[in-house]
Each structure stands twice: as structure tokens, then as C-alpha cells.
């Protein structure tokens, strides 16, 4: 059964070439799977917040700082490339975009408003928690109904090239909400 076993080595191969080594760049740049990713590592750490006790003021402040770096990232990076250009690529989902750019205000307001508090002020917890609430709405809605469009609507390259822009874009991305980068960001969501 020479074919079978040549089938089988091919695809096993196919199966280790593709399996990312430490240091490596990432096999896949499309732009969903990247942010899918994202989204994936931020759910993760909203599920660390919820499990650590509320007496653990210290390790919640450092979980919090973890969330804020990780919204800065991602909502730069949609806000900057992913947004703009599916607006202009797939003029039909405006509406959802401009949606997308209000949850991510909203979100930015909790950011900053966190980022400036001590995590054993009486209202960081609640600040969070409505912020994992809003943050979540706003993931799940582009993960089940927006992403399934984007990607019927966009073809391979195209994710491909959006991806490859926003991990170059992630290097140089502010990390807190307070780099001038950031501010301009949420300034130009407001009065755009
Ligand atoms: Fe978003
Ligand atoms: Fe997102």
C-alpha cells in the first residue's frame, strides 16, 4: 500500500511543518485567527480576575494591569487597521463597524478609569467586572456574527496582508491607556 503510506507521511509532515516552535514567527498571519487569539488570551485572563479572592488585593491589581495591556493592544489594533479597512473593503458592514467603535469606547472609559485606581478602592472590582461583562458582549458578538461575515466577504490574501499589518503594528502598540498613542486613539473614536 505504497500510496496510502506516502498520503499518510505527507500529511504528517504537513502536520510538523506547520507546528510553531519557540521563537518562531507565527505560521498563520490571517487576521481573524490573530484575533481570535487575542480574544482567547483575554477571556483567560478575565476568568483569572473572577478566581482570585477579593482579599488578594495585590494579585487582582497585577491581573488587572494584564487586562489593561491586553485591551490597549487589541482595541489599538482593530481601531487602527481591522475597522477601517473592512469599512472600506465591505461598505455592508458599516454599521457593525461603527457599533464596534462605541463598545470599544465605552471600554476605553473602565480602562482608564481603572488603570488611574488602586485595586483596593471600593469600586475596582465592580469597575472590572462591568468592564469583563461589556468587553465579553462585545467579543462574543464579533466572534459568532461579524467574523463570519468579514470572512466571507474578504478572501485569503487579504486576511493574510491585515494580519501580517497587525502584528507589525502590535510591536509598537501602547500598552497602557496613558501613552499618547492611546489617548489619540480614544479622541479620535469620540470626535471622528
Ligand atoms: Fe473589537
Ligand atoms: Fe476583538
Known sequence: ??????????????????RPSKGDPPVSTDAIVLLRDD???IRRLFREFAQTGEAAVAARGQIADKIIAALTVHTYIENETMYPEVRRL???????????????????????????MDADNERFVAKMTVLIENVTHHMDEEEQDWFP?????????????????MIEQKKSAPRSPAQPSALKKSIDAVIS
Request: hydrophobic content about 35%.
Open 1 to 18: 500500500m505504497p500510496s496510502k503510506a506516502k498520503g499518510r507521511s505527507l500529511t504528517e509532515a504537513r502536520v510538523a511543518s506547520s
Open 39 to 41: 480574544h482567547k488570551e
Open 90 to 116: 465591505l461598505p455592508e458592514l458599516e454599521d457593525d463597524v461603527l457599533e464596534s467603535y462605541e463598545e470599544h469606547h465605552v471600554a476605553d472609559v473602565l480602562v482608564s478609569e481603572l488603570a488611574a
Open 149 to 165: 461575515k468579514v470572512r466571507a466577504g474578504l478572501n485569503r490574501k487579504q486576511l493574510s496582508e491585515l494580519g501580517a499589518r
